[in-house]
């Protein structure tokens, strides 16, 4: 491609319909400042709760993988299962919050 040729294609005539379409679309609100911070709000409500759904999810896969490495150990003989019982319960014990894991 030639350097006109590259002059061209960037060229704000080179710009698409669509390209322009979203600029007014941007411009537009930002320019109506309602509009601007209910989509501040709102996209940041749904990171907040995409993440909240993402650490919930890890949390019970460490749960689950403490659970089996425990029957694991119970189960090779090397923990009693009255042990294995009193370190799973103890998660539960401290106000809900899931220690195990």
Do not use: W
């Not at 080179?14 to 941007?26: G, P, Q």
């Not at 907040?48 to 150990?73: C, D, N, P």
């Not at 103890?90 to 106000?95: S, V």
Request: aromatic letters at 4%; hydrophobic letters at 45%; a neutral charge.
């Amino acid at each position: 491609m030639n350097s006109s040729a590259k002059a061209a294609a960037t060229s704000p005539a080179a710009k698409t319909d669509l390209e322009l379409e979203m600029e007014d679309i941007v411009r537009e609100i930002i320019q109506k400042e309602e509009l601007f911070f209910v989509l501040v709000i709102a996209g940041s409500i749904t990171i907040v709760s995409v993440f909240k759904a993402l650490t919930g999810m890890v949390s019970r896969l460490a749960h689950e993988r403490t659970r089996r490495e425990i029957a694991a150990y119970i189960a090779e003989g090397s923990m009693s299962p009255e042990q294995g019982e009193r370190l799973l319960a103890a998660g539960k014990r401290n106000n809900g919050i899931n220690m195990c894991g």
